[in-house]
């Protein structure tokens, strides 16, 4: 039997008889091979290592979605090298343009502070994918969850809840393209009930201490107290669960709290929070697929396609009595 049919088979190569295959793979196991990957992605001009670009790996968001790419990737036969840009647009200009110590194969990016103009300016040719609520059109690859669908359920919930004073933490100038934003207000006026601007409470960062910041400063104001919040990360909705707690009164039944994210630690606080669960597993996959799209020679870099994956509503203790969670698909 030919070193070039072994390849073959061990490479997946079509055309192999059954036979020769079953023989093959029979020896491989016998003797306990294991492919050379380093070997095999330079034959094919590769270096076998794809990076993450996520603005803090300390994020519990990014952290769960960095442990789901890794798996999947390494059963790919990638390396994925972890980047972190500290919410920084320079830095994750330089990331798009490959300024990395070693060669890679392809980027994903959870990006922040990009805007249009640096894709349109990017010289690099490395595959690129873009995770995330912003979208670029179709400048680039990018994947995420139906973020405008997802906060508009956040909101519905609330309403269902009978909540009609919902605070939004987190909320962006209303200039801003801002899909969260826009689904919370649809869900307000869906249900006939007015925008009260007091109620829109910007954060300086996503973090806990701006949550609890924000709505402690909408507590001790003259403001009428709000009877549910919506969080735009489950980081901050649990500094607000926080203000909310220390100013006395009770989650759920003063004012009801969901998040964003689902979290690990959103499952572990009492009361556990309400919040919306992205498919974190179906990201991994789609931005994986989207870069070997671009990798494979045969069929040429492919246009860039945005294509959402799936979140649900999981319902916890922040929004309803004491109970085992439910979840509401979409």
Same mark, same amino acid.
């Given at each position: 039997?030919?070193?070039?049919?072994?390849?073959?088979?061990?490479?997946?190569?079509?055309?192999?008889?059954?036979? @020769?295959?079953?023989?093959?793979?029979?020896?491989?196991?016998?003797?306990?091979?294991?492919?050379?990957?380093?070997?095999?992605?330079?034959?094919?001009?590769?270096?076998?290592?794809?990076?993450?670009?996520?603005?803090?790996?300390?994020?519990?968001?990014?952290?769960?979605?960095?442990?789901?790419?890794?798996?999947?990737?390494?059963?790919?036969?990638?390396?994925?090298?972890?980047?972190?840009?500290?919410?920084?647009?320079?830095?994750?200009?330089?990331?798009?343009?490959?300024?990395?110590?070693?060669?890679?194969?392809g980027l994903i990016v959870s990006?922040?502070?990009?805007?249009?103009?640096?894709?349109?300016?990017?010289?690099?040719?490395?595959?690129?994918?873009?995770?995330?609520?912003?979208?670029?059109?179709?400048?680039?690859?990018?994947?995420?969850?139906?973020?405008?669908?997802?906060? !508009? @359920?956040?909101?519905?919930?609330?309403?269902?809840?009978?909540? !009609?004073?919902?605070?939004?933490?987190?909320?962006?100038?209303?200039?801003?393209?801002?899909?969260? !934003? !826009?689904?919370?207000?649809?869900?307000?006026?869906?249900?006939?009930?007015?925008?009260?601007?007091?109620?829109?409470?910007?954060?300086?960062?996503?973090?806990?201490?701006?949550?609890?910041?924000?709505?402690?400063?909408?507590?001790?104001?003259?403001?009428?107290?709000?009877?549910?919040?919506?969080?735009?990360?489950?980081?901050?909705?649990?500094?607000?669960?926080?203000?909310?707690?220390?100013?006395?009164?009770?989650?759920?039944?003063?004012?009801?709290?969901?998040?964003?994210?689902?979290?690990?630690?959103?499952?572990?606080?009492?009361?556990?929070?309400?919040?919306?669960?992205p498919d974190r597993a179906a990201?991994?996959?789609?931005?994986?697929?989207?870069?070997?799209?671009?990798?494979?020679?045969?069929?040429?870099?492919?246009?860039?396609?945005?294509? @959402?994956?799936?979140?649900?509503?999981?319902?916890?203790?922040?929004?309803?009595?004491?109970?085992?969670?439910?979840?509401?698909?979409?």
């Amino acid at each position: 039997m030919s070193m070039k049919t072994v390849s073959n088979v061990i490479n997946g190569y079509a055309h192999v008889a059954e036979g @020769t295959k079953e023989r093959v793979l029979a020896a491989v196991e016998t003797v306990g091979y294991r492919p050379n990957l380093s070997a095999r992605n330079l034959a094919r001009g590769r270096s076998g290592v794809i990076a993450l670009v996520v603005p803090r790996l300390e994020m519990p968001y990014f952290a769960g979605l960095a442990g789901q790419l890794i798996e999947q990737a390494e059963a790919r036969g990638w390396f994925v090298l972890i980047h972190e840009t500290g919410w920084d647009r320079m830095a994750e200009r330089a990331a798009i343009e490959g300024q990395f110590p070693q060669r890679i194969d392809g980027l994903i990016v959870s990006a922040q502070q990009l805007e249009r103009a640096d894709l349109d300016q990017r010289t690099a040719t490395t595959p690129l994918v873009l995770l995330g609520e912003r979208s670029f059109g179709d400048a680039v690859h990018h994947v995420a969850i139906d973020n405008t669908a997802a906060a !508009r @359920t956040a909101v519905e919930h609330l309403i269902e809840r009978g909540c !009609r004073r919902i605070a939004m933490v987190g909320a962006s100038d209303a200039a801003a393209d801002d899909p969260r !934003r !826009r689904g919370y207000l649809e869900a307000l006026e869906a249900a006939g009930l007015e925008l009260q601007p007091d109620l829109m409470l910007p954060i300086r960062a996503n973090s806990g201490e701006e949550g609890e910041r924000v709505v402690r400063e909408l507590l001790e104001s003259d403001v009428a107290l709000p009877d549910g919040v919506f969080a735009v990360t489950d980081w901050v909705a649990l500094g607000a669960m926080r203000a909310l707690h220390l100013h006395g009164l009770r989650v759920p039944d003063d004012a009801a709290v969901v998040g964003f994210d689902d979290i690990p630690y959103a499952r572990a606080v009492t009361p556990s929070l309400t919040t919306i669960a992205p498919d974190r597993a179906a990201l991994a996959e789609v931005a994986l697929r989207m870069l070997e799209t671009q990798l494979n020679p045969a069929g040429g870099l492919a246009e860039p396609v945005h294509q @959402t994956v799936p979140f649900e509503l999981v319902v916890r203790e922040s929004t309803t009595s004491f109970g085992p969670p439910q979840s509401r698909a979409h």
